[in-house]
């Protein structure tokens, strides 16, 4: 492993990416890589901030967060911060947490239109079509005149509504934890849902993972769901209870486009992969040549603020 000191040897920064591949790092701070290899770069508890690594899991992402005892910020490169929490329990107090708010807005928005359009349109049927070398046409669903429902409205939410504005739909409704009024119009609380579902014809989640979410989508959400409806997974997988899905999609009454599942990574054989009116992707909202310059732009200004003692941007808890 190799790490960079920058100027009198200062705190420890671990991080995925060597020091020189970012530009705009502060002096005064010890770089170390570490991308998530069986052996660290130096000493865990002397780690101040702590990178972790991108889409390495859980068992990665908390390894080193026992040894940490001097950590003071831990940084996901994710907007979701499930897969550090096992690990905050043996902190000390006073560790910021924080995400990567800013980072995956544009991909996963993007991902999600594709999502929408490609389900609507009949994209995959063809394919399988082009496969067969069948002409399938005919009459597909637009999004046009369609009502979206965007469940989570933070800033994710509120970039696939950006991106949902050329398509002429005929509304869109918001839901979030908590109510407020947007520019765009009001955002509902999770107690509305019954009565906003049965007037949406797509159905997006876009909210994080926490106690108030995890199976939120289970039989009677679903069942709320128009006929015909299409509920599209940007989440993450256990929002969605799977067998409660999977019985409406075998039923023909919804469809679904799901960049995460519960179980994940879908191993083979999984009911979900051959069942009607469903189109899955392996989890790539954030994943894209859009993720590298952002999450470089946001490490290179936390560490800066951190450097100067400034406040840390994105900070979602504390410790303690």
């Given amino acids: 492993m190799t790490s960079t ?37 130096a000493d865990p508890a002397d780690c101040a901030y702590y990178v972790v690594p991108y889409m390495k899991g859980l068992d990665v992402a908390v390894r080193p967060l026992g040894a940490m005892s001097g950590v ?5 490169l994710s907007a979701g911060i499930d897969h550090v929490e096992p690990g905050l329990a043996g902190l000390p107090a006073g560790v910021r947490l924080c995400n990567a ?3 995956h807005e544009a991909s996963t928005a993007e991902l999600t239109l594709a999502l929408v359009l490609a389900s609507l349109r009949g994209i995959p049927g063809f394919v399988h079509g082009q496969d067969k070398e069948e002409w399938r046409s005919g009459f597909y669903p637009s999004l046009a005149d369609k009502s979206v429902l965007i469940v989570g409205y933070g800033s994710i939410g509120s970039a696939i509504e950006d991106r949902l504005a050329p398509f002429e739909c005929a509304r869109v409704a918001r839901v979030a934890r908590s109510a407020r009024t ?37 039989p009677g959400f679903l069942a709320a769901m128009r006929d015909g409806a299409l509920l599209v997974n940007v989440a993450r997988g256990p929002v969605v209870n799977t067998e409660a ?34 189109l899955i ?40």
């Fill in 72 to 76: 003071r910020v831990v940084q996901t």
């Fill in 281 to 320: 992707t392996p989890h790539v909202g954030g994943s894209t040549s859009a993720f590298l310059p952002r999450a470089k732009r946001l490490i290179a200004g936390q560490l800066t603020r951190f450097a100067a003692g400034e406040p840390l941007d994105n900070v979602v808890r504390t410790t303690g």
């Fill in 101 to 103: 708010k800013g980072v």
């Fill in 182 to 218: 947007t520019a765009r119009g009001p955002v509902h609380t999770l107690d509305d849902l019954p009565a906003l579902l049965p007037e949406a014809d797509v159905v997006i989640l876009s909210t994080p993972l926490n106690p108030s979410t995890q199976g939120l989508v289970g």
């Fill in 245 to 278: 899905l999977l019985s409406e999609l075998e039923s023909g009454r919804l469809r679904a486009a799901l960049d995460v599942t519960d179980p994940e990574p879908l191993p083979s054989g999984h009911p979900l992969w051959h069942a009607p009116h469903v």
């Fill in 5 to 41: 000191t920058h100027s009198a040897p200062g705190p420890d920064v671990w991080m995925p990416f060597a020091a020189d591949e970012i530009e705009g790092l502060p002096e005064g701070l010890t770089y170390h890589f570490w991308d998530g290899g069986q052996d660290y770069p």
